[in-house]
C-alpha cells in the first residue's frame, strides 16, 4: 500500500456531464500528479500539482481542470465528458524532484462514459 | 514530442528463465529512468529505478542503462507466475507545458508455469 487514496473507485457518467475526482497524496509528499489511462495503453500524463499551483501540462484540454489543497489533496474536474474520456484515472504523489521523481500510485478510479 | 517506446508484447516465458523487457526514449537529456509493475486492474508500483550508465541489481530484478543507445532494459531472472504483469517504462522529462514523467505503453509479461 502505497498511502494515496483516491475517490471514487468506480464512477457511471453519460456524456456531456462534469466528474469531479478526488486524492489524498502519501504523508510527506507536496506534489501530486494525474494520468489517465485506457485500457492497454500506458498512463498519459494530465498534469501536475506542486504547492496548490500548476507545475506541468499534457495534452489535455482546458475541460480538464485541478486543484490543490494546503494539505496537498488533490482533485481532478473534467466538463463536458465525452465517451473517450472512458478510463482509469491515477493519482500519483511524490516528492518534487525533477530528476529523480519516483511515483506513488494510488489504486485508480475506473470511469465509465455513457 | 518525447517519447517513450516498448514493445507491447506479449512476452511469454517458462517458470525459471529469464525474461528480458526493453524500452527505448528519445529525449537525450533524461537522467533517470524507472520501471513500474502494474497488475491486471491494478495500479502502476514501482520496483526498479537507474541512473547511472550500466547495471543495477535488486533481487532478482537487474536494470540496465545505455545512455548512448537511449536504451533502457529490465531482466527478470528466475521468472516466477507472480511476475506476470504489465512492465511499464517511466523517464521524467522536460518538455512543452513543463515537467511531467511519461510512460511506455508497457510490454506485457506472461511466465508459464
Known amino acids: 500500500e502505497t498511502g494515496v487514496t483516491q475517490s471514487p473507485t468506480h464512477l457511471i457518467k453519460t456524456r456531456g456531464q462534469q466528474v469531479t475526482l478526488r486524492c489524498s497524496s502519501q504523508s510527506g509528499h507536496n506534489t501530486v500528479s494525474w494520468y489517465q489511462q485506457a485500457l492497454g495503453q500506458g498512463p498519459q500524463f494530465i498534469f501536475q500539482?506542486?504547492?496548490?499551483?500548476?507545475?506541468g501540462r499534457g495534452n489535455f484540454p482546458p475541460r480538464f481542470s485541478g486543484l490543490q489543497f494546503p494539505n496537498y489533496s488533490s482533485e481532478l474536474n473534467v466538463n463536458a465528458l465525452e465517451l473517450d474520456d472512458s478510463a482509469l484515472y491515477l493519482c500519483?504523489?511524490?516528492?518534487?524532484?525533477?530528476?529523480?521523481?519516483?511515483?506513488?500510485f494510488g489504486s485508480g478510479t475506473q470511469l465509465s462514459v455513457l | 514530442q518525447k517519447e517513450v517506446e516498448q514493445n507491447s508484447g506479449p512476452l511469454s516465458v517458462p517458470e525459471g528463465a529469464i525474461a528480458s523487457l526493453n524500452c527505448t526514449y528519445s529525449d537525450r537529456g533524461s537522467q533517470s529512468f524507472f520501471w513500474y509493475r502494474q497488475y491486471s486492474g491494478k495500479s502502476p508500483e514501482l520496483i526498479m529505478s537507474i541512473y547511472s550508465n550500466g547495471d543495477k541489481e535488486d533481487g532478482r530484478f537487474t536494470a540496465q542503462l545505455n545512455k548512448a543507445s537511449q536504451y533502457v532494459s529490465l531482466l527478470i531472472r528466475d521468472s516466477q507466475p507472480s511476475d506476470s504483469a504489465t512492465y511499464l517504462c517511466?523517464?521524467?522529462?522536460?518538455?512543452?507545458?513543463?515537467?511531467?514523467?511519461?510512460f511506455g505503453a508497457g510490454t506485457r509479461l506472461f511466465v508459464k508455469a
Open positions: 517511466a523517464v521524467p522529462v522536460l518538455d512543452t507545458g513543463g515537467f511531467k514523467t511519461i
Open positions: 500539482y506542486y504547492r496548490e499551483e500548476e507545475n
Open positions: 500519483a504523489s511524490s516528492s518534487l524532484d525533477r530528476v529523480k521523481e519516483k511515483l506513488f
